[in-house]
């Protein structure tokens, strides 16, 4: 069932007539006109002035108080190449290809991958890239991923000289393409700061919240925790999550026994 929060941002009340105009435009350019647009993601009396308003309203919701393209994840700009025809000529089944991908990446508590899975990820990221080089600071964004990925992820486990199956990367590295430790490190935190912020978000609109999410919410915060320099910086998030069980807690006891019970996995 939806709720009033998500009603809300699929609706645009009392527009004037110039933005009015602005709506039918934007969906006209939608590729899924009868699909959900996230309304609440914009400022319509922004419209003809700000063009990442526009933007907006083909993304993911949650996104209001962003105001351009570096505030946004991976996420967020995928889906805006999805759904805008803007983007048109860039090959969609690519597209759709390295969202499944990181999808998978980012759905992993644990960050592990597979070496296969890392090559076939970079292809897809190259092919995808390269659909926008003529955008000098995709460009950009281009070279500097192709040097993360060709960094030796493999973790080397004290004690265990072998492992049986498949090669495994996990995404706490081991340096020895000579990219810099606190440059691999940045990219590990942006990930699992990402993935955080996701799953935040989907407590905050299911309601109930999937207890799926708020089990991983908890596996992620007792990693944090365990760890004195990513608690620092971390502590923003890890508000969040307190501040999210306590509001569970305090719902009654549906919601109180479901998060009894992610504590207590």
């Not at 996420?75 to 290809?97: G, K, M, P």
Request: glycine fraction near 4%; hydrophobic fraction near 35%.
């Amino acid at each position: 069932m939806m709720s009033s929060k998500e009603a809300l941002s699929l609706k645009l009340y009392h527009l004037c007539q110039l933005c009015e105009e602005w709506k039918a435009e934007i969906l006209r350019h939608h590729t899924n006109r009868t699909g959900v647009v996230n309304w609440g993601n914009c400022k319509p009396c922004l419209w003809p002035s700000e063009h990442w308003e526009i933007a907006k309203a083909y993304m993911p919701r949650g996104l209001a108080n962003i105001t351009g393209a570096k505030q946004c994840d991976a996420s967020a700009l995928l889906n805006l190449i999805t759904f805008c025809d803007y983007f048109s000529f860039i090959n969609q089944w690519e597209v759709r290809e390295v969202i499944r991908k990181r999808n998978e990446l980012m759905h992993s508590c644990e960050m592990r991958v597979s070496a296969q899975w890392m090559d076939q990820y970079q292809r897809s990221l190259d092919q995808l890239l390269q659909q926008l080089q003529h955008v000098p600071e995709v460009a950009v964004a281009g070279r500097e991923i192709k040097e993360m990925l060709s960094v030796d992820w493999t973790v080397c486990v004290p004690g265990v000289e072998s492992v049986d199956g498949p090669e495994v990367v996990r995404l706490e590295s081991g340096l020895e393409s000579g990219m810099e430790a606190g440059r691999v490190s940045q990219v590990e935190i942006e990930l699992l700061r990402e993935r955080l912020q996701e799953l935040l978000l989907c407590t905050e609109i299911q309601d109930p919240p999937d207890l799926q999410s708020m089990q991983e919410l908890q596996k992620l915060r007792d990693f944090l925790q365990s760890q004195r320099d990513l608690e620092e910086q971390f502590q923003t998030e890890l508000r969040s999550i307190q501040l999210r069980e306590s509001q569970l807690q305090q719902t009654g006891p549906g919601l109180g026994e479901a998060a009894e019970l992610t504590k207590a996995n």
